[in-house]
T-cell receptor, first 118, second 114 residues
Framework: NAGVMQNPRHLVRRRGQEARLRCSPM?????VYWYRQLPEEGLKFMVYLQKENIIDESGMPKERFSAEFPKEGPSILRIQQVVRGDSAAYFCASSPSPRRGGSNYGYTFGSGTRLTVV | AQSVSQHNHHVILSEAASLELGCNYSYGGTVNLFWYVQYPGQHLQLLLK????DPLVKGIKGFEAEFIKSKFSFNLRKPSVQWSDTAEYFC????????????WGAGTKLIIKP
């Protein structure tokens, strides 16, 4: 049973380009969470999605960032017109239910995508 | 709003030393508490969790944490650290009242000198 798959592992973009980060949740998990980890900072919640629905996007920057979790396929975090400050590690987690959050209840993390904006 | 505070951003210890990493949260209701570990270049892994019952919880790799409700704390401990414990440690909290959204501390980078 594959874990949470994120790709690419590393992504380099020039300022102004678009970045697309993909997250395939664990089999049977229908809840996806995106987090951003800036250097020297902890994980910051960005968005929580269920299939075809954005449940909580309170952590998403108001501009340039969007996320989706279609009925088929992976969840996508999209950053338009990237800037240097977007350089960070982006982690995705999935769970079968939003409760608890512990790994035994399905809150499993992917390996992350490290975005570098040059 | 809930918040989680980890007191030390960097901790350096020698092998066999005892470890205690502080974690305090601000929330008056019922919470679930977690410690996650991120080894260099790897993803986050759950170390241990507290939902209810015995406030002293034991996790993997010899780690334990004690929930002290009166102090709003959930400190992580290990009696004797190893070089392989070098990692970043994150404390996290969630609560039913906030739809179980995990709130994270800023993390503590632990370096164990061989």
């Amino acid at each position: 049973n594959a874990g949470v798959m994120q790709n690419p592992r590393h992504l380099v973009r020039r300022r102004g380009q678009e970045a697309r980060l993909r997250c395939s949740p664990m089999k049977g998990h229908s809840h996806v969470y995106w987090y951003r980890q800036l250097p020297e900072e902890g994980l910051k919640f960005m968005v929580y999605l269920q299939k075809e629905n954005i449940i909580d996007e309170s952590g998403m920057p108001k501009e340039r960032f969007s996320a989706e979790f279609p009925k088929e396929g992976p969840s996508i975090l999209r950053i338009q017109q990237v800037v240097r400050g977007d350089s960070a590690a982006y982690f995705c987690a999935s769970s079968p239910s939003p409760r608890r959050g512990g790994s035994n209840y399905g809150y499993t993390f992917g390996s992350g995508t490290r975005l570098t904006v040059v | 709003a809930q918040s989680v505070s980890q007191h030390n951003h960097h901790v350096i210890l020698s092998e066999a030393a005892s470890l205690e990493l502080g974690c305090n949260y601000s929330y008056g209701g019922t919470v679930n508490l977690f410690w996650y570990v991120q080894y260099p270049g790897q993803h986050l892994q759950l170390l241990l969790k507290y939902f209810s019952g015995d406030p002293l919880v034991k996790g993997i790799k010899g780690f334990e944490a004690e929930f002290i409700k009166s102090k709003f704390s959930f400190n992580l401990r290990k009696p004797s650290v190893q070089w392989s414990d070098t990692a970043e440690y994150f404390c996290a909290v969630n609560a039913r009242d906030s739809n179980y959204q995990l709130i994270w501390g800023a993390g503590t980078k632990l370096i164990i000198k061989p």
